[in-house]
């Protein structure tokens, strides 16, 4: 019995570490996603246009309440789509296959690397070249030794106009016009503060006495003979 024990611990712990790899390996990839402008003999497609994203013929356009039809917004069609990883469905995307699209059923003459995160692709169909959508510009960094320069001139004194300099100083607590002798102000009552003293002096003495009863009660229950039943 002694090695039946460790023996089913061991085929437990196997199970269980089997059964965690078995989970991880069939978590599904994510989606790479994919937008642009979209154009037709390089005019902007109307606003409702589907395009799709295919691997090797198959469709792998990611469809449900995400996908989305071109919009048009300042004059240019754009897209945004999502192209869905193999382990989503069957011999779609992988690190280094080629996705094309399609406008409005349509092929169109890009194409591009699948591969995960977001990739900008401009699409057109047909004769010319439509408008074209910007990379995003990268966001300005700031230069420390420009930041340091900023706050020293900032830090300037700049003196008030007219106020002469004077070596007099007044004393804390009190106040003073100039030409005048200072007045001291009164410290403020400390009333409040002796009336919060005493309510926690009382607070501690009451608990003090409550933990003296209970103690004593704890020990006269102690010191009380016990009822001994006679044969």
């Not at 395009?51 to 198959?58: E, H, M, P, Q, T």
């Not at 007219?162 to 016009?177: F, H, L, Q, Y």
């Amino acid at each position: 019995m002694r090695g039946v024990v460790p023996l089913a611990a061991l085929l437990a712990l196997t199970t269980l570490l089997g059964f965690t790899i078995s989970r991880a390996a069939a978590q599904p990839g994510f989606p790479a996603s994919f937008h642009g402008a979209v154009a037709v003999d390089g005019e902007p497609v109307p606003p409702g246009t589907h395009v799709r994203g295919y691997i090797d013929g198959l469709d792998c356009t990611q469809l449900g309440e995400n996908y989305r039809t071109t919009i048009v917004e300042a004059g240019v069609a754009q897209y945004a789509i999502e192209v869905v990883h193999e382990s989503q469905k069957a011999g779609c995307g992988d690190d280094g296959k080629i996705v094309t699209f399609t406008v409005g059923g349509v092929a169109a003459r890009e194409t591009a690397e699948w591969k995960p995160g977001v990739t900008l692709v401009n699409l057109n169909v047909g004769a010319g070249s439509g408008p074209t959508l910007p990379p995003p510009t990268p966001t300005a960094t700031l230069d420390p030794t420009a930041i340091a320069a900023t706050a020293t001139e900032s830090a300037h004194f700049t003196p008030i106009p007219g106020t002469p300099p004077t070596d007099e100083v007044t004393p804390p607590g009190s106040t003073r016009v100039p030409g005048t002798d200072p007045t001291t102000v009164p410290p403020a009552s400390s009333d409040s503060e002796s009336e919060g003293s005493g309510w926690i002096f009382l607070g501690s003495l009451l608990v003090g006495i409550l933990i003296l009863g209970v103690v004593g009660g704890t020990l006269l229950a102690r010191r009380r003979p016990r009822n001994v039943r006679e044969p």
